[in-house]
């Protein structure tokens, strides 16, 4: 294993005190490992999120105006304790209560509702939507029903424009499961990834393979096949979204071609080309698009495509309102 890290068990402490260091309009709370703003808008919803680190910039990175007041940050692909996410929410409640972001994980589950309960026993208002936006399985060893994974972003910034703007919680949390219902990504692996504390790959793929439907911490897809070009990866990543969602070729969409930590810039981008133009191709609009790494696994190689179907104008204005979180 070769990894930029000092000891593999002080990898998630070293890691958020240099993004303290880099980041001057952020608070690390050090004993409960979560990121936040230092200037919250008072009277404002908080946005929280979180879950296991490994993803970066996901979540930290989604801290700052418009978007998260809070990032909670578990262990490398471990979910957060209910005690962590708790000191979260008490920091971002300015009186409007705190909204939950959390992506479909048993762990990332159970704990925020805890957290969600004890919270309540304090008289902090809190609501939360669960992320399922991956169509690739249904059920894992990690989850019942769908994985939440890159689309998660989009739910970030349309909600965290949204509480800046001066929603409700009531208004967030439909708007929310709103977005959510309009929500669909799927991804592709060509590289296993490493957990520093482990030092091997969670699984294996021959130089020769890919796996279509890959999870943010390595679980199984639904089929592995050879390798093949990128235009042909889009067209199954596509196929798999209309297949699983049964939308039509009129609808508007916003897009997110993301990286899962080892996939160059180069390459995303063709990714995207292919991926646009089969979209264009099929009759769909386009008017919101994204490429970067925003929701990664360590260092897996691959990429995930997220659609939102534009169902509310408003929802494209969020996604382009301005923030000052840095890996938007």
């Known amino acids: ?62 801290v700052g105006e418009g978007m998260l007041d809070a990032a909670v940050c578990g262990h490398v692909f471990t979910s957060p304790t209910p005690d962590q996410v708790l000191s979260a929410i008490q920091v971002a409640d300015q009186g409007a209560g705190v909204f939950l972001v959390i992506k479909n994980y048993s762990g990332d589950c159970m704990n925020f509702d805890m957290a969600k309960e004890l919270a309540e026993l304090e008289g902090i208002p809190v609501d939360f939507v669960i992320v399922n936006d991956d169509v690739a399985v249904f059920d894992s060893s990690y989850t019942e029903g769908r994985r939440g994974v890159a689309g998660t972003i989009l739910v970030h910034k ?24 309009h929500l669909a990504s799927v991804g592709v692996a060509i590289k296993p990834s490493i957990v520093p504390e482990v030092g091997k790959p969670g699984f294996e793929l021959e130089e020769d393979e890919m796996e279509f439907g890959i999870g943010i911490h390595g679980e199984p897809g639904y089929s592995r096949e050879k390798i093949k070009p990128s235009r042909e990866i889009a067209e199954e990543l ?50 919101f698009k994204k490429v970067g790494n925003y929701m990664t696994a360590i260092d897996m190689a691959g990429v995930s495509l997220t659609l939102l179907q534009l169902e509310d104008e408003k929802w494209l204005d969020y996604l382009t309102q301005s923030t000052l979180a840095p890996a938007w």
């Open 238 to 287: 596509i196929h798999k979204i209309e297949v699983e969602t049964k939308w039509t070729t009129d609808q508007t969409l916003a897009v997110l071609i993301n990286g899962m930590g080892a996939t160059p810039l180069m390459e995303q981008y063709i990714f995207a080309h292919d991926c646009l133009t089969i979209l264009q191709e099929k009759g769909y609009t386009v008017q």
């Open 158 to 181: 349309i909600v965290g424009a949204a509480a800046e703007n001066g929603a409700s919680l009531e208004e967030i949390k439909k708007l929310a499961e709103s977005v959510v219902a």
């Open 1 to 62: 294993m070769k990894k930029i890290i000092n000891q593999p068990d002080q990898v998630l402490a070293d890691m958020l005190k240099g993004y303290k260091l880099v980041h001057d309009d952020v608070f690390y709370l050090e004993e409960t490992h979560v990121i936040t703003r230092s200037h919250f808008t008072s009277k404002k919803v908080g946005i929280i999120s979180g879950g296991g680190s490994g993803h970066e910039p996901a979540h930290a990175g989604f």
